[in-house]
């Protein structure tokens, strides 16, 4: 017997890394080209680029806590069904593991909660609109899932019954998919990224 979690968390750890991967259009040069030479000079863009750099690894990093805390619960878990010898140690098991996974995921709202939105891009560049669009649509999204995280950690940890595990992480898994699906829409409306990010429009 398993927990319904064990299966459907999985969906919770695969919706917590979208939102914070960064475009290659972020990773462009911004360079300053004269007659003779070509510098790789500090600018705007690419000051800002390594600001949202920073904000984006720290994001993978409470991602990389997450999961680390997740698969250390289902390791437990696993290893107290195997030592269950009746009913009652294989249920005290899942809802300890019911119990850590919210624990995880309320440290995971709080901690992307806490990064607050990511740091906007300088204007007169090309590549601005784009990014713009792109936090835009990964902030829409965190915004939804997180919230809908934190509602997901409190009903695991209230759980008394498999029913009540089940339709927690229906419900969660229906809010997530939207988002999802919005958050992809909206990427996909953004068109082909601009071929030259990072230098002035002007």
């Known amino acids: 017997m398993k927990s319904i979690a064990t299966k459907s968390l999985a969906v919770v750890a695969l919706v917590a890394a979208l939102g914070v991967s960064i475009p290659a259009v972020a990773f462009a040069n911004s360079t300053t080209t004269s007659t003779n030479t070509t510098a790789n000079a500090s600018t705007p863009w690419t000051t800002w680029r390594a600001t949202w750099v920073t904000y984006v690894q720290g994001l993978k990093s409470i991602d990389t806590t997450f999961h680390t805390s997740l698969e250390s619960a289902r390791s437990t878990l696993q290893a107290a069904l195997a030592a269950a010898t009746d009913k009652a140690e294989r249920q005290a098991a899942i809802a300890a593991f019911d119990v850590s996974a919210a624990t995880a995921l309320n440290a995971h ?94």
């Open 109 to 202: 709202v709080s901690g992307i909660t806490a990064a607050g939105d990511p740091p906007p891009p300088p204007t007169g560049y090309n590549g601005t609109a784009y990014v713009d669009g792109v936090q835009a649509a990964n902030v829409a999204f965190r915004g939804t899932v997180i919230p809908a995280q934190g509602t997901l950690a409190t009903a695991l940890a209230a759980a008394t019954t498999p029913q009540d595990v089940h339709t927690a992480l229906l419900t969660y898994e229906q809010v997530a998919g939207t988002a999802a699906a919005t958050r992809a829409a909206a990427l996909l409306a953004l068109g082909t990224p601009p071929s030259n990010p990072g230098q002035p429009l002007s």
